[in-house]
């Protein structure tokens, strides 16, 4: 049964975004423009889930989160302060998000908490990252877990794809700083000259455009865990900053005129070789050892051919294919591929088969991995209905197939794909491994040569 979010803001554009990001993840959700129409729905049906804005007209997130507490809420804010996150804390909000933010952080975060109301494990959800049977990956997992009780930094590395957040959440949620806020930060995709005001906030009229005070990272993550995802991706003058606030436990805003103490817990992940980053000078040693106290390094995915099945079983489950299955081919064709994206391509791939398999036993032929990616298409076309699929049709039957079957084919893979997941063009474009904007932009070729066709 789809769990039920209410999501509430007073931004339509803030709406709009939320509803296609979780909209994607599989879940049934009623928007709201303001609290008291949220409130009302609330009283008379309930929810698994609310995530609100905190600052809106009339009934605001923290008054809903007082009434109706029980229920697990995520408060999102653009104005944040330390005493507004600690208090949506103390009132009992799951956790407390601060825009701009990723819409894959919220979604890791909402699993997490619908998980935590299951009574499930720490780290056992998120599409079953951590589902495993090997001993190596089992013993990491309790290790994880007995540091997490300490407050030593700890420093995650591993390929990308293989769960280095995940592990940092699951470190979060077994440590005594539970019930205090996580806050992750990616260090590659904030721009360089917005980091240091990102990590370490800053004052009013620090520079051009702050007209008011905003908390860092580091401050929002007070009493928590703060996690410095892709930490090598740090200029050397913000390293040399860092290093300060690690030794000192206290950051200087920009523009600030004293210190803020900070009570936190550091956690570090990099998917490149520091020591190598430090051989040839492009990251400090001293800030090297302060992140590494206890060193964790994820094992990649072809390390742990043996967990294909499991974690395959474990996806469609999650994901709404109960009777997706893998055949004995197409588990063998797994095991055979390099998983250069680890676990992460691992459940594309699985959602493209289920979604070619219609649900049922996945051969090797849906996998459309390597030099089959079209194999597929070749043996068994599906019955695709639109413009564009029979526009493709007909330019392979009117000759030059070597030059436009491919495209022919790309066209019924977006397509099938679309009708599979009701039109949802975020979650189209993760299954398809393309950007939103390249697939709205290959719709609308589709649709021009549609209309081309019909003239």
């Keep these: ?116 109301e299951r009574g499930e494990p720490a780290g056992a959800g998120d599409d079953g990252e951590f589902v495993t049977e090997q001993p190596r990956m089992r013993a990491l997992l309790e290790f994880a877990r007995q540091v997490a009780k300490s407050h030593a930094s700890i420093l995650i590395q591993g390929e990308s794809g293989t769960g280095k957040e995940l592990l940092a959440r699951y470190i979060h949620a077994n440590s005594r700083r539970s019930t205090g806020p996580f806050v992750a930060v990616n260090c590659a995709a904030v721009p360089e000259g917005l980091l240091e005001s990102e990590l370490f906030g800053y004052e009013r009229g620090a520079f051009t455009g702050a007209v008011s005070s905003k908390a860092g990272k580091f401050e929002l993550a007070h009493t928590g865990t703060l996690l410095l995802d892709e930490v090598s991706e ?113 459940f594309n791939v699985l959602e493209r088969a289920a979604i070619m398999a219609q649900g049922g036993a996945i051969e090797a032929r849906h996998l459309l991995l390597g030099d089959d990616e079209f194999d597929y298409w070749r043996a068994a076309p599906p019955a695709v209905s639109g413009g564009a699929v029979e526009t493709g049709a007909m330019a392979l039957e009117s000759g030059g197939a070597d030059r436009l079957s491919v495209r022919a084919m790309e066209q019924q893979l977006i397509f099938k794909t679309l009708e599979q997941v009701q039109n949802n063009r975020t979650r189209a474009a993760k299954i398809l491994g393309i950007s939103v904007r390249t697939l709205r932009n290959k719709l609308k070729i589709y649709r021009a040569q549609q209309c081309a066709a019909e003239a």
Excluded: H
């Excluded at 007073?10 to 049934?28: C, N």
């Design 1 to 116: 049964m789809q769990k039920r979010i209410v999501i509430i803001d007073d931004d339509p554009t803030m709406r709009a975004a939320l509803g296609e990001a979780l909209g994607g993840a599989d879940f049934a959700l009623q928007i709201f423009c303001d609290g008291e129409e949220a409130e009302r729905y609330l009283k008379q049906f309930g929810a698994d889930m609310v995530i609100s804005d905190v600052r809106m007209p009339g009934l605001s997130g923290l008054d809903l989160l007082k009434r109706f507490q029980p229920i697990p809420f995520i408060l999102i804010s653009g104005f944040a302060t330390v005493p507004q996150a600690v208090e949506a804390m103390k009132l009992g909000a799951y956790d407390f998000v601060v825009k701009p933010f990723s819409y894959r952080e919220l979604i890791a975060l909402v699993n997490a908490a619908l998980a935590r």
């Design 234 to 346: 740090l200029p050397l003058p913000l390293q040399a900053k860092l290093l300060r606030v690690l030794q000192e436990r206290e950051v200087d805003r920009v523009g600030g005129k004293k210190p803020q103490p900070i009570d936190i817990r550091v956690i570090a992940t990099a998917n490149r070789d520091l020591r190598e980053m430090i051989r040839a000078g492009n990251f400090r040693e001293d800030l090297y050892y302060r992140l590494n106290v206890v060193p964790l390094r994820l094992f990649p995915l072809r390390e742990r051919l043996g967990d294909i099945e499991s974690l395959a079983r474990a996806f469609f489950s999650r994901r709404g294919y109960p009777g997706a299955s893998l055949a004995p081919d197409a588990l063998e064709r797994l095991k055979d591929n390099p998983w250069r994206g680890n676990v992460r391509e691992l």
